[in-house]
């Protein structure tokens, strides 16, 4: 057997939290085959592909292309060596025609200096008419739809004569049939010889375009699988691994709890997409439970986010708190109406780094430091010391928040979103990142908020966490709520069936809440 | 985490340059100074003596410095307000012009209300610059223009158009020079420092730094003001009516800078004579640079500038070099801090 890519014991160790984005990962590519690289988020998928293409290092391992061994340490050397990658977000200018971007960087030139644009449409057409695409390679690429831009960024790469092409998540962005056409051109391209590797997630995909598929996990590759003889639910155990049990007390729920945060046929649409991000989402979140958000990325968790934040407008439905209705009223009215939210990101969203802590803590409770529009420094730095002190973040209130460490940094947040809450508090990701004792001092405070009669929302992709915490179980796909599991369901649940929900192999038929 | 790291080093490099950054700034323009009396004059001793000594040598030239730095000191405040915002005001000129013109045919109108008017006058050149540095911010909000472009292109305009009111409809017949009439004597601003041109502004100018500075850093408006520049994204987050940080910082930039065309009209001008103000927008744009935003440090920041304008006005009337020489060593101070200029704008777009 003949490999176009043969990867053998690649490492990457990212220094700064000691992580093992890679562990002796071995992966080979055959020549003209399609290879799906699947795992979760994190599984070190996109490091594995970026060592191939030149943008990382890595720390141990050797790489083979076409049988010789090689060291790759730009991407230009990855397209010297015939290998081109497609990213997720196009690189491609929007002003220029199609032609124009194919060539960018080696365009054909004329008397040894000009730029001969007759010369690089024509070539770029050929690329076109050899393909079977169907874009105009004189219109311009902002005219262009999704599909066709990414049609482009593939011609890029054949322009340059790959012989091996790395596709990260290139259906994440793309309607179903644009996705079908997709996968005729990739089908096409590997009978043409080419050896072809796609990042993905989506499990419907693997089966219908992969010949073989390798699954990755925490760094480690589990297995590469021939895919006609692995089945969707198969693989989607491989991917999320065994089950974690990792219980947390639990309190009853109670017979008086009553809805704080109400959803109802919640729509969100984008311009231009058809597919809304979230699809007619209905549920409460009551008084006294961890209401868990669970869901692959890209499947509307951080839309429901968003939403919640009061950072995008909803296209249709009905949100309630305490059954007043706040629909759409903005991230304003939604703190004056008592919203506690730790969002996903931390350093764009959830502080801001150059300014002090004691700045950071009364963002949201600013008026309550004012008398007559004049603020109180002494109040301000008071309760920023209490703070640090009864979360036990180290720092001060005179430092910059950015000099603090991630835990920290978190840890502030919690403090602020909790000492402001009134009846109901929105946690996204809030573990992503910190080491165990951290994670497990953000469990204690939400166990604490959820013993003091808050709703609290948690939105996770780290399925372990939903698990370990929520009451209840939600489960998004495709940004549309496919599973509600409630009570011994929620406690009874395993990675495996959750994961079968996450990736749209199961459905339940009657959703209740 | 890598990312908290390169923050860390970021932040501490920051802190580091804005201490040295503007000590380097000037340090170098004055060797400029050196360098260029040394290629230009015949008599170097003597034209660096009267650059360097003839600001200060006696109150006529000391006082006229110190007032040469005023609209500069309003200006670099103006600047500092919009910046700490995370807005860029580049239409001063236009502001200060404006506001200067307003001014004085208010204060011409307004003659008989004594004191009062004197007060209104000036409020209404401040409004008028504030309005201006407003309507950019406006856009903005409105349909995301960059305010940078629209302040600069308004002012632009503006610029011309007063310059058609004070050589048409508002010209003073009875002088040759191409000015508005004089504002009442009763108007006009003590001298404090005799013979020279340094008036009471000085105390006005001082006084809008304590206030910028306490607005800025004591008031809840001053705290979303600063926190929606920091990161608007985390502003917002926080319930901070953001749209409304994209249009008052600039109506607060823009006044300031009116007020100082105003004020400049009341203690040093008497008229709103043509191109009075040329590029006192500019130098306080400068002026905030240096000072890197900070209300206090635009004292300074506007005191070194004007010292470099009257030592080479000293030089040329004492030695054998131009006047140029301070456009020059002004452009070698303007094009070491374009750096950071251009530094900001970047950080700026990375927050969209």
């Known amino acids: 057997m003949e490999y176009a890519v043969e990867m053998h014991g690649i490492t990457r160790i990212y220094p700064e939290n000691n992580l093992r984005a890679n562990d002796a990962v071995d992966l080979t590519l055959r020549k003209g085959e399609i290879l799906c690289l699947a795992g979760e988020n994190g599984a070190g998928k996109t490091t594995l592909m970026k060592i191939l293409y030149g943008l990382e290092r890595p720390d141990e391992g050797d790489i083979r292309v076409m049988g010789k061994p090689v060291v790759i340490g730009s991407p230009l050397d990855a397209n010297r060596l015939g290998i081109g990658m497609v990213h997720q977000h196009f690189m491609l200018v929007d002003d220029f025609t199609v032609a124009q971007n194919v060539v960018m960087g080696v365009e054909p030139t004329l008397y040894g200096g000009l730029y001969n644009i007759n010369e690089a449409e024509k070539k770029v057409a050929k690329v076109v008419s050899d393909h079977h695409f169907s874009v105009d390679v004189k219109k311009k690429v902002k005219s262009l739809t999704v599909g066709q831009k990414q049609q482009a960024e593939i011609m890029k790469m054949l322009y340059r004569d790959v012989d091996i092409l790395i596709l990260d998540e290139p259906t994440a962005v793309l309607t179903e049939q644009e996705t079908e056409a997709l996968f005729v051109t990739l089908r096409e391209l590997a009978r043409l010889g080419k050896s072809l590797i796609l990042i993905t997630h989506k499990l419907n995909e693997i089966k219908a375009i992969s010949h073989r598929v390798a699954i990755m996990r925490q760094g480690k590759l589990i297995g590469t699988y021939n895919t006609a003889e692995v089945d969707e639910l198969e693989i989607s155990r491989l991917m999320m691994g065994q089950s974690v049990t990792l219980h947390v007390d639990r309190v009853d729920t109670g017979l008086d709890a009553k809805p704080v945060i109400r959803f109802e046929n919640v729509s969100v649409l984008r311009r231009g997409q058809q597919r809304p991000l979230l699809d007619k989402v209905t549920f409460s979140a009551n008084s006294g439970e961890i209401l868990g958000f669970a869901g692959v990325g890209g499947n509307g968790l951080g839309v429901l986010e968003a939403v919640l934040g009061g950072f995008v407008p909803v296209t249709s439905g009905k949100i309630y708190h305490n059954e007043v209705e706040t629909t759409n009223c903005g991230t304003a009215n939604l703190r004056n109406d008592g919203l506690a939210y730790v969002p996903a990101d931390r350093i764009e969203v959830g502080s801001a780094v150059a300014a002090s802590v004691a700045e950071n803590l009364i963002v949201d409770a600013r008026s309550s430091f004012t008398r007559h529009g004049v603020m109180n420094r002494k109040k301000i730095e008071a309760h920023a010391q209490k703070l640090l002190e009864k979360y036990s973040v180290k720092g001060t209130p005179g430092m910059s928040i950015g000099t603090l460490s991630g835990g920290n940094i978190q840890k502030v947040i919690l403090a602020r979103e909790i000492e402001q809450y009134k009846d109901y508090i929105v946690l996204s990701e809030p573990t992503w990142g910190l080491d165990i004792a951290s994670s497990q001092y953000v469990y204690e405070r939400m166990a604490e908020l959820r013993g003091a009669g808050a709703a609290v929302i948690l939105i996770s992709s780290n399925l372990d966490e939903i698990l370990a915490v929520a009451d209840r179980i939600i489960i998004f796909y495709r940004g549309a709520i496919v599973a509600m599991l409630a009570g011994n369901e929620a406690l009874g649940a395993s990675k495996e069936e959750l994961g079968a929900y996450m990736l749209g192999l199961k459905r339940q038929e009657a959703i209740h809440d | ?352």
């Open chain 2, 1 to 352: 985490m890598i990312d908290l790291r390169r923050r860390e080093r970021k932040s501490l490099m920051v802190m580091m340059r804005s201490s040295i950054g503007p000590l380097l700034i000037v340090a170098i323009a004055l060797v400029g100074v050196v360098i260029l009396s040394l290629l230009l004059s015949k008599t170097p001793g003597k034209t660096l003596r009267y650059f360097f000594l003839g600001p200060i040598q006696n109150t006529y030239y000391f006082g006229n410095m110190l007032n040469g730095a005023i609209p500069l000191i309003f200006g670099g405040l103006g600047i500092s307000l919009a910046m700490r915002s995370g807005n860029f005001n580049l239409g001063g000129e236009g502001q200060i012009y404006s506001g200067a013109l307003v001014a004085t045919l208010c204060a011409i109108a307004l003659a008989p209300l004594g004191i009062a008017g004197a007060v209104i006058a000036l409020i209404a050149g401040a409004a008028m610059g504030g309005f201006l540095g407003g309507l950019s911010g406006f856009f903005r909000m409105k349909w995301n223009t960059s305010e940078l472009i629209t302040s600069f292109l308004i002012s632009n305009a503006v610029v011309l158009l007063v310059n058609y009111l004070i050589a048409g409809p508002f010209m003073d017949p009875s002088t040759n020079l191409i000015a508005t009439r004089k504002i009442p004597e009763a108007f006009r601003l003590a001298r404090i420092l005799e013979p020279s041109n340094l008036s009471s502004a000085l105390f006005l100018a001082i006084t809008a730094v304590i206030v910028v500075q306490w607005y800025l850093y004591k008031t809840k408006s001053g705290y979303e003001l600063r926190i929606s520049g920091l990161n608007s994204s985390f502003a917002r987050y926080g319930g901070i009516h953001t749209n409304w940080y994209m249009v008052l910082p600039m109506m607060l930039s823009g006044a300031l800078y009116g007020l100082g065309g105003g004020i400049a009209i009341y203690g040093t001008y008497y008229s709103c004579m043509k191109d009075f103000s040329g590029g006192m927008g500019w130098n306080g744009l400068a002026v905030a640079l240096i000072a890197k935003y900070k209300p206090a440090a635009v004292i300074p920041a506007a005191i070194f500038f004007a010292y470099i304008e009257a030592g080479a006005r000293n030089a040329m009337l004492h030695s054998d070099v131009t006047f140029e020489i301070a456009s020059i060593v002004q452009s070698l101070v303007f094009f070491l801090v374009t750096s950071a200029v251009l530094q900001s704008v970047g950080q700026k777009k990375r927050g969209h």
